[in-house]
């Protein structure tokens, strides 16, 4: 069964906290996505990998940050956390698109992040 | 600016009935469409996705979605509605011209609300 874990379901931070969220997927995908999920935004996306040590922006990337040392693995860092900040993250993978073969995005259960 | 519109923030139907969850789109070119179903407190799980031939489309839990390309939507249906499909769902797409990294783009979502 194909699997994205992200590590921390619920975290707590303070204001000016780093903070790190890790995500791991064991389907071998070259592409790694992090999202923002807000009420009434839909999910919005926040930076992608489409391979080791590859990264791109996406439409938030303010204030984010990513690492992706091994394929398998995709950090999104939080330099400063602040309160708008607050957010469901989620992480996803795919393979990459081939002409017309577009597969789908896996995504992981979520982490919630909460910063007081 | 490529967008997604899902126009009814949530659906309302009775157990048995017939549903429908509106999308459309605003996208260059003839773009691959997708719909994901969020559990509570869940990730995103792929439905059902749209890349060419015919118009109607099945997915996962007896699911079909009808593409229109005149009217740009891709409107999400099931003949007969159950408790369990009470969840949020969202339209999301792929534009053609995005490279192989298989982006995505999301509507807001739409709860589904089904009471037996």
């Known amino acids: 069964d194909v699997k994205v874990t992200q590590s921390s379901r619920y975290l707590v931070k303070r204001t000016g906290e780093k903070v790190f969220l890790e995500c791991v997927q064991d389907?071998?995908?070259?592409?790694m996505f992090w999202y923002r999920q807000d009420p009434g935004l839909g999910l919005r996306l926040i930076y992608f990998?489409?391979?080791?040590?590859?990264?791109e922006k996406g439409d938030i990337p303010e204030g984010y940050s990513v690492s992706r040392e091994k394929k398998e693995r995709f950090s999104l860092i939080l330099e400063s956390a602040s309160t708008n900040q607050t957010s469901m993250y989620l992480c996803?993978?795919?393979?990459?698109?081939?002409?017309?073969?577009?597969?789908?995005?896996?995504f992981g259960e979520g982490s919630r992040l909460t910063v007081l | 600016a490529q967008s997604v519109a899902q126009p009814e923030d949530q659906v309302n139907v009775a157990e048995g009935n017939p549903l429908t969850v509106k999308c459309t789109y605003s996208?260059?070119?003839?773009?691959?469409l997708f719909w994901y179903v969020q559990y509570p407190n869940r990730g995103l799980q792929f439905l059902l996705k749209?890349?060419?031939?015919?118009?109607l489309v099945k997915g996962s839990y007896g699911f079909e979605a009808e593409f229109n390309k005149s009217q740009t939507s891709f409107h999400l249906k099931k003949p007969s509605a159950l408790v369990s499909d009470s969840a949020l769902y969202f339209c999301?797409?792929?534009?053609?011209?995005?490279?192989?990294?298989?982006?995505?783009?999301f509507g807001a979502g739409t709860r589904l609300a089904v009471h037996p």
């Open positions: 996803a993978s795919s393979l990459p698109r081939q002409g017309i073969q577009v597969g789908e995005l896996f």
């Open positions: 389907m071998d995908h070259e592409n």
């Open positions: 990998s489409y391979d080791v040590k590859m990264k």
């Open positions: 996208v260059s070119g003839n773009p691959y």
């Open positions: 749209y890349i060419t031939g015919d118009n």
């Open positions: 999301a797409v792929s534009p053609v011209f995005s490279g192989g990294y298989n982006k995505l783009i």
